[in-house]
T-cell receptor, first 115, second 109 residues
Framework: IAGITQAPTSQILAAGRRMTLRCTQD?????MYWYRQDLGLGLRLIHY???????GKGEVPDGYSVSRANTDDFPLTLASAVPSQTSVYFC??????????????FGPGTRLTVL | GQNIDQPTEMTATEGAIVQINCTYQ??????LFWYQQHAGEAPTFLSY????GLEEKGRFSSFLSRSKGYSYLLLKELQMKDSASYLC??????????FGAGTTVTVRA
């Protein structure tokens, strides 16, 4: 089934630990995105990648890093997790990074709790 | 920065009509999306507006006024399965999406 997968589905993590959230899409989309969703704040962009080999910072990039070695994969790494990074993380992709009609397709999300 | 406002919650009766308003002040405008998100699930695409006017798609319609920085999503003939959060998102100058906090719609029998 075409789409976006994320792993793990959920994770409880001790503060200070390193964690990588995985995201894979099979739609050959050029652009990929990482958002966090917190109650009352909506979806906020963490990092994005317009095409393989390039990445950019979103609205809330501190404490997170990404890489885009190929078209399909876009992992998000928390180098040293803190409790304020407790959130639901969504990966998304779109065919074109620019142009007005830029429908994004979302993965199922990863629920992360940092204690 | 981006400022996108929508009501936090709305409640309506099955079979009724509900209108969810969204006002925005953003750095540029390249279109507006509405997404639906059921609890515990991913957002899914509902509609896209880039020109002023009404776009109709079955029971759902979306309206845009660029001069007023205003959009609404109209849900007609409400069904229980329409209970969800509805997210307004604006495409800014960098073609990135800025999301409102979402409106939770509860449909009652």
């Amino acid at each position: 089934i075409a789409g976006i997968t994320q792993a793990p589905t959920s994770q409880i993590l001790a503060a200070g630990r390193r964690m990588t959230l995985r995201c894979t899409q099979d739609m050959r989309h050029n652009a990929m995105y990482w958002y966090r969703q917190d109650l009352g704040l909506g979806l906020r962009l963490i990092h994005y990648s317009n095409t393989a080999g390039t990445t950019g910072k979103g609205e809330v990039p501190d404490g997170y890093s990404v890489s885009r070695a190929n078209t399909d994969d876009f992992p998000l790494t928390l180098a040293s997790a803190v409790p304020s990074q407790t959130s639901v993380y969504f990966c998304a992709s779109s065919d074109s990074p620019s142009g007005a009609y830029n429908e994004q397709f979302f993965g199922p999300g990863t629920r992360l709790t940092v204690l | 920065g981006q400022n996108i406002d929508q009501p936090t919650e709305m409640t309506a009766t099955e079979g009724a009509i509900v209108q969810i308003n969204c006002t925005y002040q953003t750095s540029g405008f390249n279109g507006l999306f509405w997404y639906q998100q059921h609890a515990g699930e991913a957002p899914t695409f509902l509609s896209y507006n880039v020109l002023d006017g009404l776009e109709e798609k079955g029971r759902f319609s979306s309206f845009l006024s660029r001069s007023k920085g205003y959009s609404y999503l109209l849900l007609k003939e409400l069904q229980m399965k329409d209970s969800a959060s509805y997210l307004c998102a604006v495409v800014d100058n960098d073609y990135k999406l800025s999301f409102g906090a979402g409106t939770t719609v509860t449909v009652r029998a």
